[in-house]
């Protein structure tokens, strides 16, 4: 089983960026945990972090028919990217956005995810243990569906 873990524009300041707000874990410790998890779920997992709408865009498009699923934190591009939102629906895996604060406490703007309606869910306001959980989570759901 391959899952796709996709971190958009500024993750790779997490750790350093606002580190009240988003911790101090970074992306490196991040991945590092993911490769991880996978290693006893059994899975194998790819990330991709990039701060250019286009190069997530390319890769997500180039994941078809190579991923089983995906994990996306679009980040910022979470409000604004139609593009980000099509190319999650025609890759059509199972999917699960999550964000590492709580979008319901922060700005107004952030409130309204144009992802929401092409994932399967969102895990949201747990830090980076989010995307474990989003990775077992999605191993379950996949592995569900093939029995």
Not at 48 to 63: F, P, R, T, Y
Not at 82 to 97: C, H, K, M, Y
Not at 121 to 126: E, N, T
């Amino acid at each position: 089983m391959r899952i796709l873990i996709v971190h958009g524009p500024n993750m790779n300041l997490l750790g350093r960026r606002e580190p009240d707000l988003y911790g101090t874990t970074t992306l490196s410790e991040l991945n590092d945990w993911l490769q991880k998890e996978a290693a006893v779920l059994g899975v194998t997992v790819e990330t991709i972090q990039s701060n250019h709408e286009g190069v997530l865009v390319d890769k997500l498009n180039d994941a078809m028919g190579q991923v089983d699923g995906l994990i996306i934190n679009a980040a910022g591009l979470t409000y604004s990217s139609v593009s980000i939102r099509d190319a999650i629906s025609a890759l059509a895996v199972p999917t699960i956005e999550v964000h590492i604060t709580n979008l319901a406490r922060r700005e107004a703007f952030r409130r309204h995810s144009l992802l929401a309606d092409v994932v399967m869910g969102q895990i949201c306001g747990l830090g980076p243990v989010g995307y474990v959980l989003a990775l077992r989570g999605l191993v379950a759901v996949i592995r569900e569906a093939k029995n």
